[in-house]
């Protein structure tokens, strides 16, 4: 293992949180079992006591959590100078079979993680705690998630060898492999720009509609998490070629590098940022039908649906700035 200050925090973050969270969903179980708001026993007031603590600390746990994805990122990058042949994170993720696997699965672990953040603070809004049970049924989805991550990052840095030689970007990212990065880095430009363009559109369209007049918003949600898919592959394959203004140059990694003005990182945070704040608007949806949170979740929605607007806009102003205003031209579109 490489002893690295970032590889020490990160590995001990990931266990702390999983510890932490495992333990919160131990206790929800019991909640989930025996939860009866209108009971005065002794059991039903520790329990009360137990949740709002749990919440509390979880809230920052869980933030912790989305912070490290970039932080991961961050070190992955840094880290790509001690293996030959890797000249970005693409390399040094590549350098044991573990590298990939984590980052993916932090990507989805923190989307759950945001969404719990939602469902958790809506949940407290209500006088009767109406989402108590679904939110502790959730958390314990994420809290085996969270120890598999952990067990990813720790093998993950624990395998990795200075004297292992990997593959740069150039070859990952490369449009003759058969690899699914590969297929992205491949596809046509002008389809490509097509279908992106489209899911944002219509991801817009449905979110100005709800903010107006307050419905379709479940139209909204699949429309953003669409378009978060639609634009990691778009990064992929045409906006990452007009940052780098090379035609054969489709790494998503190089763009959180200085040369590149780290414009990779306010790229991925609005995308994170949109993706969590549409999807977690879809999934508090269902439950407008209790009666203490008819008035709590448009509320939330709506600032939800603006937030995930707005980081949406950004993306696509910093994404297109380089589309428009420069002389870099793909051959063909």
């Known amino acids: 293992m490489i002893l690295n200050p970032a590889i020490i925090a990160l590995v001990a973050n990931a266990w702390l949180i999983s510890a932490c969270t495992l333990a919160a969903a131990l206790l929800g179980v019991r909640i989930i079992r025996w939860w009866d708001l209108g009971s005065t026993a002794s059991l039903q007031l520790a329990m009360e006591r137990q949740t709002y603590l749990i919440s509390s600390v979880l809230t920052y746990l869980l933030i912790f959590e989305l912070l490290s994805l970039f932080l991961f990122a961050f070190t992955a990058d ?27 699965l932090k990507l989805v672990n923190c989307l759950l993680c945001g969404i719990w953040l939602i469902v958790n603070h809506v949940d407290q809004q209500g006088e009767d705690y109406p989402l108590i049970r679904f939110k502790y049924r959730f958390l314990t989805i994420i809290a085996g998630l969270l120890v598999l991550e952990s067990y990813l990052l720790t093998r993950y840095f624990s395998l990795m060898r200075a004297d292992v030689i990997t593959s740069c970007c150039g070859a990952l990212f490369s449009e003759d492999t058969t690899s699914v990065a590969g297929v992205m880095a491949g596809l046509p430009a002008y389809p490509a720009m097509i279908a992106f363009y489209a899911s944002m559109a219509l991801t817009l369209r449905t979110g100005i509609h709800f903010l107006v007049t307050g419905r379709a ?87 939800l649906c603006l937030g995930s607007l707005l980081a949406y806009v950004i993306f696509l102003m910093i994404s297109g700035y380089p589309i428009v205003f420069t002389d870099f031209t793909l051959s063909g579109y």
Not at 78 to 104: D, E, K, T, W
Request: glycine share 8%; aromatic share 14%; with cysteine.
């Open 217 to 303: 918003i479940r139209w909204f949600s699949g429309f953003s998490v669409v378009s978060l898919a639609a634009a990691l592959v778009a990064i992929i394959s045409f906006i990452s070629v007009y940052i780098y203004q090379l035609p054969t140059h489709h790494c998503p990694f190089d763009i959180l590098q200085r040369e590149y003005l780290y414009v990779g990182y306010p790229l991925y945070l609005c995308l994170l940022t949109a993706g969590i704040g549409g999807a977690g608007a879809g999934v508090i949806d269902r439950f407008r039908q209790h009666a203490s949170l008819a008035a709590v979740i448009p509320r939330v929605q709506k600032k």
């Open 78 to 104: 840094r880290l790509h100078s001690l293996f030959i042949g890797a000249m970005c994170a693409a390399g040094s993720l590549n350098v044991n079979a573990y590298g990939y696997p984590a980052l993916q």
